[in-house]
Structure formats: C-alpha cells, structure tokens
C-alpha cells in the first residue's frame, strides 16, 4: 500500500468517525498482508480502538529572549533523542544476520534519521511498541516504557516505538512532543510501506507490541497496554525462553 493510499484510508476514517477519540486503526491499515502464527496476549489494561504581544519594546526583547532559550533548550532535548536512534545505527553488526520477518525493512525515524534492519541486529530480544497520538493508554504507559529501555538495556533488549498516525507535519510536532515530555528517549519510527508490509498493516489496535527474537523473527505480540511491572514480567519470560 502506498503512502498516498494510506492517507486517504485515513481521511476516510476520520470523516466516518472511527477515529473518534481513540479509534480502530482498522482502516488505517486494511490491506496487511502478513499473517504471523505467534500467540498474542491482549491485556486487560486499556486498549486504544482507537502570550499576548506587548506594546513595549522591553517586554518584546525579553519575550524574545524566553523564546529563544525555549527554542534552544527543545533543540537540545531533541538531540538527546535523535543520539539514540543515531548511535545505533552507526554499531558494527556485519557479523549479525537476520533471518526472521524483520530481514529487512527501511525507515526512518521521528527526527529524519534514516534507518534499516541493522537497528535491530545484535539483540537478544527485541520489543516494537505500535502507538498513536490520539491514543491516551499508549502515552501513559510511555514513561514506564522508557525506564524499561534503559533497565534492559544491559540484558542486550531493544526496545523500539513506531508511531502509527504520523501523516503531516503537526502531527510530527506531536509526536516529537510526546516523547520528549514522556521521557521516552528509545527509537521511535514512521510507518514505511515497509513496516506496513511487515507487520503493521495487520494492526487493529494501539497499543499493539510485538516481539522478535535475534533472528528478527517474530516469537509474540501483546494487545494493550501495561504497567511496568507487566512488561516486565514479559520481557523476563521471553529471556527465559
């Protein structure tokens, strides 16, 4: 499915009203053309179906001054979060290889980062976390999410957002806000036909996780969100596997 097609599937379901506050994604993404026989968990957590100008001189230099500092201060928060995603592209994988679904793919991150399969390799486990910005039970459990990526991040698990509703530049904006104020500094990606092809063209709803092994295959998905004792308890019974 082209990009163009999924953006118009996506005005079809704003206009019909699916994605009335936290609606189905399944217009979004009909026409997912991979079917996975893993076992998926559907949580019983909540589940997504989705200043005045001043006349005087002073106060506009200072008003300046704030936003400058303000603008300066996001960028720096926004290189943080790009380092991640950046960083990881740049490890020496060519002794890993992927055999799984997730072989190979192309994306590219919130910030413009371009990225491929090489992002995943080198882990024992893997963790894609699916959301969307109208979701409020995906932001909830980002915090959570986030401390989990630096935890495990010593047990060799990745851990990866795709953002699922990106279709202009607001909601970029958006997104980008969200996980800066979440405190989610982990990879956050676009849906690229790729990704759409692989896996998320099969997603109903948000928050959607799936799991992958080192080989990129695909060994579990999990429906709904959860609190961080949850995901840990997930994330330990895949290591044990």
């Not at 699916?18 to 589940?47: A, M, Q, R, Y």
């Not at 100008?53 to 290189?79: F, H, P, R, Y």
């Not at 024992?124 to 979701?135: H, K």
């Not at 039970?137 to 999410?145: F, G, T």
Request: aromatic share 6%.
């Amino acid at each position: 499915m082209s990009k163009k097609s999924m953006i118009l599937l996506c005005v079809g379901a704003l206009l019909s009203g699916l994605l009335v506050g936290c609606g189905s994604l399944d217009s979004i993404f009909d026409g997912g053309n991979t079917s996975n026989n893993v076992t998926t968990e559907t949580s019983s957590d909540d589940v997504s179906m989705n200043q005045t100008e001043s006349g005087d001189n002073d106060d506009s230099k200072d008003a300046e001054t704030t936003s400058d500092q303000a603008v300066n201060q996001e960028d720096e928060t926004m290189m943080t979060s790009i380092g991640s995603a950046a960083e990881l592209m740049k490890r020496d994988v060519s002794e890993y290889e992927l055999t799984g679904e997730f072989k190979e793919f192309t994306s590219t991150d919130l910030y413009g980062n371009e990225v491929d399969q090489d992002l995943i390799k080198g882990y024992d486990l893997v963790m894609i976390n699916i959301w969307a910005t109208f979701c409020s039970p995906c932001i909830n459990e980002m915090p959570d999410i986030g401390e989990l990526a630096n935890e495990y991040a010593d047990k060799n698990v990745l851990i990866v957002g795709i953002c699922a509703d990106i279709y202009s530049s607001d909601d970029l904006d958006t997104a980008i806000e969200i996980v800066t104020d979440t405190g989610a500094d982990y990879p956050h990606l676009l849906v690229s036909e790729d990704l759409l092809n692989l896996y998320v063209g099969n997603v109903q709803a948000v928050p959607t996780t799936v799991f992958l092994d080192s080989t990129g295959t695909i060994i579990g998905s999990d429906i709904g969100s959860k609190t961080k004792a949850g995901w840990e308890a997930v994330l330990d019974s895949y290591l044990e596997q």
